[in-house]
């Protein structure tokens, strides 16, 4: 069977989404809160930077060569599902060790044992739209796929919210070890029933995964491939500085008492509002170019992240939340159905991993970057929130040079369908 008879195949659409949504929670949960409770136990509060950089940067790094590595041995082996099993299953064990770190040393190491555990999954995982998805039908599917992602993102900071303690007088060390087990715990569940939703829902056979090809080798949309890569970095760069930094943001910008509980409630508008942009945009995206419709995405980024940089009213962020979150889901959605359309059969595990470095590249970038941004203006002012308001400057300039970048990638035809969205 050929790979464009393959990938025409019908498709479970809730089964084949459905690990994003578990694949979030459990990413949202630790990047939304987790970590950065993790920082204030155990580093002095002008350090934060410095300690958000290490853990962004090392974790991201395992992240790139693991992601590349399973994807591309999925290739080969012309196999997804062995790799999704095993990772999901290390990943778990990883999550206890993290939740019982006495330490930071402990927690770096236990959170580089995660980065490495969920990317062998999540490399081969993310290959399965492009071997199973015809081009015409990869915005919805890239629609549905961000409609799990975002509410697994919702759910993520949701729980982190319940089971995360903010540091403070009266909360001690058994309270935190409580709460994070019972929140690594929940994610072990979601995890393993997304796993066999994944495996009876999706299924593997001989055959669904095409022949490989050299993963460098020409083809016609490779220029523009690489262009998208390019624009995902620089993009991804700049909300991968929101993430890990806006808790800090209210507390030394706007000087939020609760801020990382605040912190939560935002990211929960953004991810609510995200939603808002998700569907629409994945579904016009497989009528309508879909660089228009990234384009309109990065405008409302940039837009709500250079408010950022001079707001000193907390109502103005949460309005200015809708509008970044309206702008994610419209990004997330279409950049991914961009994506699918410009890859060639054969060496979609490889590939996705490679574009995927358009995300997991800035995970090391963003937060060196940008801690060391905030340290060094806060240690050179004397005020810690005037670093906090460049980073949202650094996001809006980011977000600008990946529009900039998108404007050298030539979208394909195949990719838009003939059928009224």
């Given at each position: 069977?050929?790979?464009?008879?393959?990938?025409g195949?019908?498709?479970?659409?809730?089964?084949?989404?459905?690990?994003?949504?578990?694949?979030e929670?459990?990413?949202?949960?630790?990047?939304?809160?987790?970590?950065?409770?993790?920082?204030?136990?155990?580093?002095?509060?002008?350090?934060?930077?410095?300690?958000?950089?290490?853990?962004?940067?090392?974790?991201?790094?395992?992240a790139?060569?693991?992601?590349?590595?399973?994807?591309?041995?999925?290739?080969?082996?012309?196999t997804?599902?062995?790799?999704?099993?095993?990772?999901?299953a290390?990943?778990?064990?990883?999550?206890?060790?993290?939740?019982?770190?006495?330490?930071?040393?402990?927690?770096?190491?236990?959170?580089?044992?995660?980065?490495?555990?969920m990317?062998?999954?999540?490399?081969p995982?993310?290959?399965?739209?492009?071997?199973?998805?015809?081009?015409?039908?990869?915005?919805?599917?890239?629609?549905?796929?961000?409609?799990?992602?975002?509410?697994?993102?919702?759910?993520?900071?949701?729980l982190?919210?319940?089971?995360?303690?903010?540091?403070?007088p009266?909360?001690?060390p058994?309270?935190?070890?409580?709460?994070?087990?019972?929140?690594?715990?929940?994610?072990?569940?979601?995890?393993?029933?997304?796993?066999v939703?994944?495996?009876?829902?999706?299924?593997?056979?001989?055959?669904?995964?095409?022949?490989?090809?050299?993963?460098?080798?020409?083809?016609?949309?490779?220029?523009?491939?690489?262009?998208?890569?390019?624009?995902?970095?620089?993009?991804?760069?700049?909300?991968?500085?929101?993430?890990?930094?806006?808790?800090?943001?209210?507390?030394?910008?706007?000087h939020?008492?609760?801020?990382?509980?605040?912190?939560?409630?935002?990211?929960?508008?953004?991810?609510?509002?995200?939603?808002?942009?998700?569907?629409?945009?994945?579904?016009?995206?497989?009528?309508?170019?879909?660089?228009s419709?990234?384009?309109?995405?990065?405008?409302?980024?940039?837009?709500?992240?250079?408010?950022?940089?001079?707001?000193?009213?907390l109502?103005?962020?949460?309005?200015?939340?809708?509008?970044?979150?309206?702008?994610?889901?419209?990004?997330?959605?279409?950049?991914?159905?961009?994506?699918?359309?410009?890859?060639?059969?054969?060496?979609?595990?490889?590939?996705?991993?490679?574009?995927?470095?358009?995300?997991?590249?800035?995970?090391?970038?963003?937060?060196?970057?940008?801690?060391?941004?905030?340290?060094r203006?806060g240690?050179?002012?004397?005020?810690?929130?005037?670093?906090?308001?460049?980073l949202?400057?650094?996001?809006?300039?980011?977000?600008?040079?990946?529009?900039?970048?998108?404007?050298?990638?030539?979208?394909?035809?195949?990719?838009?369908?003939?059928?009224?969205?």
């Amino acid at each position: 069977m050929s790979a464009a008879e393959l990938r025409g195949r019908p498709q479970n659409q809730f089964a084949l989404a459905f690990y994003w949504f578990a694949w979030e929670m459990h990413w949202a949960a630790l990047l939304g809160a987790t970590l950065q409770a993790d920082i204030a136990r155990f580093i002095p509060e002008t350090a934060y930077g410095r300690a958000t950089a290490l853990l962004g940067g090392l974790g991201a790094l395992l992240a790139i060569v693991t992601q590349y590595g399973a994807g591309r041995a999925s290739d080969v082996l012309r196999t997804r599902m062995p790799f999704i099993i095993i990772g999901t299953a290390l990943d778990i064990v990883a999550l206890y060790a993290f939740a019982l770190a006495p330490s930071f040393g402990a927690v770096l190491v236990s959170f580089a044992a995660i980065q490495i555990a969920m990317n062998i999954a999540g490399g081969p995982y993310q290959a399965l739209i492009p071997d199973r998805v015809a081009k015409s039908e990869q915005g919805r599917a890239s629609a549905f796929m961000g409609l799990m992602r975002l509410a697994g993102t919702a759910v993520g900071l949701f729980l982190a919210k319940i089971f995360v303690h903010q540091p403070g007088p009266g909360i001690t060390p058994q309270m935190y070890t409580a709460g994070f087990i019972a929140l690594v715990s929940v994610i072990a569940v979601v995890l393993a029933v997304a796993l066999v939703v994944t495996i009876f829902g999706v299924g593997e056979r001989e055959g669904d995964v095409p022949p490989p090809q050299p993963v460098l080798a020409a083809w016609p949309s490779r220029t523009s491939f690489w262009w998208l890569v390019v624009s995902r970095a620089f993009v991804s760069a700049g909300l991968y500085l929101i993430l890990p930094f806006l808790g800090f943001y209210l507390r030394f910008a706007l000087h939020v008492a609760n801020y990382l509980g605040t912190s939560l409630l935002l990211l929960l508008l953004m991810v609510g509002c995200s939603l808002v942009g998700t569907v629409p945009a994945g579904r016009l995206a497989d009528r309508f170019p879909k660089k228009s419709i990234i384009y309109i995405a990065l405008a409302l980024l940039v837009a709500g992240a250079g408010a950022l940089v001079f707001t000193k009213s907390l109502a103005l962020v949460g309005a200015l939340a809708v509008l970044l979150g309206i702008g994610w889901g419209a990004y997330y959605s279409v950049d991914w159905a961009l994506a699918c359309n410009l890859l060639p059969p054969g060496r979609a595990g490889a590939l996705m991993a490679i574009w995927n470095l358009g995300a997991s590249a800035p995970q090391v970038a963003a937060p060196i970057a940008g801690g060391l941004l905030v340290d060094r203006v806060g240690a050179s002012t004397g005020d810690l929130g005037l670093g906090y308001r460049m980073l949202f400057a650094l996001v809006a300039l980011f977000v600008t040079c990946g529009a900039l970048a998108l404007s050298f990638v030539r979208e394909q035809r195949e990719g838009l369908g003939r059928k009224p969205p």
